[in-house]
């Protein structure tokens, strides 16, 4: 069976217009955040709030959609060497946010570092939020303010809703999130 012509230089055009826009959008990011480390792309369509007080270690990927933003204040961002944000996800920064090396938070996933109590009107309460090394952070997971910590090597699983903190390699998921096993840790891998 012979392919069109017309359609592979369509799939090549495409091809390279997605680089094109990939280099140029990290490029603007660059320029823009208080610090991008090497090797590291943003694609086009990704929005942070507060621009300079934003960190991001060498060798990361942030998919479009990705939005990272502060009710109040101007709590940091700091994303560790390694990270894969995917498409969709929402990073609340009031409260302070920091992502450890070589974690991956999938699709749609949600992490609040504020709460407003039983009010929606009353003022933001910013909760500093630390999520440690090679966690794995399923699709459409939600880690709500309550939860302060999240152990390295934890894996959360898809559509959980995490209202505590997770200890160490542990494996959480349901509504509200529980743990329902233990990860095998991760070898250290070169950033």
Known sequence: MRRNPIFWTIRAV?????????????????????QVGANTKIQ???????????????????????HASAEVGQASLTIGDGVQINTGVH?????????????LIS??????????GLDP???????????????WIGMRAVILPQCAKI?????????????????????VAGNPARIIGQAFPTKEIAA
């Open 14 to 34: 495409g091809a390279i217009s997605r680089r094109i826009r990939l280099r140029v959008a990290t490029v603007i990011h660059k320029t823009t955040l208080a």
């Open 44 to 66: 086009a369509g990704v929005r942070f709030a507060n621009p300079e007080i934003v960190r991001i270690g060498v060798g990361c990927y942030i998919w479009r959609g990705t």
């Open 91 to 103: 990073l609340d920064t009031t409260g302070g946010l920091e992502i450890g090396a070589r974690t």
């Open 107 to 116: 699709e749609e996933a949600v992490i609040y570092t504020h709460d407003h």
């Open 121 to 135: 009107r009353a003022s933001p309460r910013p909760m500093p939020k630390t999520i440690g090394a090679n966690v």
């Open 151 to 171: 152990g390295a090597g934890a894996v959360i699983g898809a559509g959980a809703i995490v209202t505590m903190d997770v200890p160490d390699n542990a494996v």
